[in-house]
């Protein structure tokens, strides 16, 4: 931000703005439901007003340095008792610090917490709302508590995960552990150092109380499910983003007025999505205010830049060896960033068929990413299809936009292994030979890539991105190696061809292809050290590395964050592979 003078914390409330939030509707039954921390039916409207739960002895973990700096946040504000108060769970207190400093602080005294339905694969589910019907589900855990519009135009929403029961918890606590709040604020804010649109982390609060019970893995256990039970620290990560909309939003609107559920069920929906419009996508907003745009014409230019958006979403994911694991309609956020941060994972070992949820199967595997991009998008389109009532045209044109959508996936897919390669152009016969190697490898995805990318001439050189105990290497080195030469003279014959400065090619793959990457035994080392000792010394140590992922760092770093996995973590109950995250 430009501001040239970082900001306390109770400075910055003075840019909460909820012009736009007011053009939603509150949930008609709240009142009667006060303080609506139970699980129950929500028939109509947009969000249900609701505080958070504190945390109790709140414990300062770690903040985005980064993130406070783009908000022009000051460094100290971490340190202020309205923030700790406000970001773990008590709007109230910082409401009246900031009266004390500011004319006219715009802070509500509420959060809210909003209703959404589930698409699992383009099936619609309703089993898993306790009502069997999609009115119970949402929100259960993730409460917004803020909402800024900062000079320079940014508009910042900023939820608590964690942050207590609402009446989308379904029975559930509303909590959320340290362990899988360490992942999120470490991989959210990795992704975003490495360019891959985000939500953000700002800060990470733990309870010193509170604890709650998950099922969870033994050290050392091998088993596919939990072996046990773990009393483990309660924790509010506040993340941040323009909305927190999902496909799934858009889908319980849309369900409710293709059904007719109740009068406002269509007027709900048009509200809903231009919402989604103003927040997510406000260049178009502002290109189509004041000119004759329908209804119809929103619809299609948020769909157009929404397909957009997720295809290169998808392939930035492959870029950096993401794969989301449970991309399901309510995990995909209507602006195309990443959002959930729950059994995710990073590439290591490299199988295209990767997938650190067991209970995900292969549709949302790595490679089948874009597919399932793919569709969640169409399960959007399904959704904002009743606004265009009987206009044919628009009903085609985004019949259109479906249809043509794998296609400009493949071809940001395609755009980006050329990038990787460090071609300007894609030759499929040379990546097709190169993906075959580096799965029968296997390589380390990441290691491979940024070897690669010094433009080595001999295979010895890729050898330290090689598991070299395992798959075909493990079989046959000599003939594996054989093959890895061919393909390297081909490659190099293929930049020759383009002509470019080799420095330059090299300097453009380094820029593509991160050195350091949330590899899942970094976090649980991390994490367990966080939860069992109190100590957060590493969690804060991974951060700082991961903050540069492009950079080549000290050798001391990279040797110890430039690393492949261990043989020890293979198949390991919670480094290889999870249930549950949360
Ligand atoms: N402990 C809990 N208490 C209440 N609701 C929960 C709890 N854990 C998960 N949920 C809810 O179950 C649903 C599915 O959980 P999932 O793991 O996808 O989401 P999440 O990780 O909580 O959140 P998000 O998608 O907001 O990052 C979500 O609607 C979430 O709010
Ligand atoms: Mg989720």
Avoid at 268 to 281: G, M, P, Q, T
């Amino acid at each position: 931000m430009d501001s040239p003078v970082p900001l306390s914390f109770t400075a910055f409330l003075q840019f909460a703005d909820y012009s736009l939030l007011r053009s939603l509707t509150v949930d008609p039954e709240q009142a009667r439901h006060a303080p609506n921390k139970m699980p129950r039916q929500v028939k109509s409207g947009h969000y249900v007003e609701v505080l958070p739960t504190p945390l109790p002895d709140p414990h300062y973990v770690i903040h985005s340095l980064s993130f406070f700096r783009e908000l022009g946040l000051s460094e100290s504000a971490a340190s202020e008792a309205s923030f700790m108060q406000f970001f773990t769970g008590d709007p109230t207190v910082a409401v009246s610090a900031a009266n004390a400093d500011i004319a006219s602080p715009h802070v509500r005294a509420s959060g809210w917490a909003s209703g959404y339905a589930l698409s699992i694969y383009g099936q619609e589910m309703y089993h898993n709302c306790p009502f069997k019907n999609g009115n119970g589900y949402g929100d259960g855990r993730a409460i917004s508590v803020l909402e800024v519009l900062l000079p320079n135009g940014h508009r910042w929403e900023f939820q608590l995960k964690g942050g207590g029961r609402t009446p989308y918890c379904r029975g559930g606590d509303g909590r959320a552990v340290l362990r899988s709040s360490i992942r999120e604020f470490l991989a959210s804010e990795a992704m975003a150092a490495m360019g891959v649109p985000t939500s953000r982390a700002l800060c990470l609060f733990v309870s010193r109380s509170e604890t709650i019970s998950r099922p969870w893995y033994s050290p050392g256990a091998k088993t596919e499910e939990p072996d046990r039970m773990v009393d483990e620290p309660a924790a509010i990560t506040t993340r941040a983003a323009p909305s927190f909309l999902r496909v799934g939003q858009l889908e319980l609107f849309g369900r409710r007025a293709r059904k007719n559920e109740h009068p406002r069920a269509l007027a709900e929906l048009e509200a809903i999505f231009l919402h989604a419009l103003e927040r997510e996508y406000p260049d178009i907003a502002a290109e189509l205010r004041g000119t004759e745009a329908t209804l119809s014409d929103k619809v299609i230019a948020v769909a157009r830049e929404f397909g957009a958006r997720l295809s290169r979403l998808a392939a930035h994911w492959i870029r950096v060896g993401y794969c989301q694991g449970n991309f399901n309609s309510d995990n995909c956020a209507v602006g195309g960033w990443t959002l959930d941060y729950g059994p995710f994972g990073f590439m290591e070992a490299y199988n295209p068929m990767f997938q650190m949820w067991i209970g995900g199967g292969e549709h949302f595997s790595f490679m089948n990413q874009p597919m399932a991009a793919a569709t969640n998008f169409q399960m959007f389109c399904m959704a904002v299809t009743p606004l265009l009532g009987q206009d044919t045209n628009a009903i085609k044109a985004l019949g259109d936009i479906v249809d043509t959508l794998p296609k400009f996936m493949n071809h940001e897919m395609y755009r980006m292994w050329a990038e990787k390669m460090g071609l300007a152009e894609f030759r499929m016969e040379l990546f097709a030979e190169l993906h075959a190697l580096m799965t029968e490898t296997p390589v380390d995805y990441t290691i491979f890539w940024r070897e690669l990318s010094s433009l080595p001439k001999h295979v010895a050189a890729l050898r330290p991105g090689f598991y070299e105990t395992r798959g075909g290497y493990a079989q046959d080195s000599v003939t594996m190696e054989a093959r890895w030469t061919v393909w390297l003279q081909k490659w190099h014959a293929a930049l020759e061809q383009e002509g470019r400065e080799p420095a330059d090619v090299s300097a453009a793959m380094k820029r593509v292809n991160p050195k350091y990457i949330p590899r899942e035994w970094m976090m649980v080392e991390a994490y367990r050290s966080a939860t069992d000792a109190g100590d957060f010394s590493l969690v804060q140590k991974l951060h700082d590395v991961l903050a540069d992922p492009y950079g080549e760092q000290s050798e001391a770093m990279a040797a110890l964050y430039y690393k492949k996995k261990e043989e020890k973590f293979f198949d390991l109950g919670g480094t290889s592979h999870c249930s549950c995250s949360s």
